[in-house]
């Protein structure tokens, strides 16, 4: 049973960078790939960036294009999530996902939560 673990997440400061892990346990994404979604208070989840595993081909919402960088390490079956000039509005609980053969975000880790003071 596949396992996703992440790691990484606190408190930083407007400005500030943070990077984040997710440890796959249980199974890998190599045919598919993984990525990360994060949830604010009181807001659903969304979508933030994903990585095709073999070709490392990447997808940015819009509103962290420039600012985060997702890559995995296939040796460590981790992905990652770099994240530079935080500001408030990117405080969330963050989790990374995993896409199943059929295309669909199938496997979830618990989340870490990163809060950005202003």
């Known amino acids: 049973q596949a396992q996703l673990v992440e790691s990484g997440g606190g408190l930083v400061q407007a400005g500030g960078s943070l990077g984040l892990s997710c440890a796959v346990s249980?199974?890998?994404?190599?045919?598919?790939?993984m990525g990360w979604f994060r949830q604010a208070p009181g807001r659903e989840r969304n979508f933030v960036a994903s990585?095709?595993?073999?070709?490392?081909?990447?997808v940015y919402a819009d509103s962290v294009k420039g600012r985060f960088t997702i890559s995995r390490d296939s040796a460590k079956n981790t992905v990652y999530l770099q994240m530079n000039a935080l500001n408030p509005e990117d405080t969330a609980v963050y989790c990374c996902?995993?896409?199943?053969?059929?295309?669909?975000?199938?496997?979830w880790g618990q989340g870490t939560q990163v809060t950005v003071s202003s």
């Open positions: 996902a995993g896409i199943e053969v059929r295309g669909t975000w199938g496997y």
């Open positions: 249980g199974r890998t994404f190599e045919r598919t790939g």
């Open positions: 990585i095709t595993w073999i070709v490392g081909s990447t």
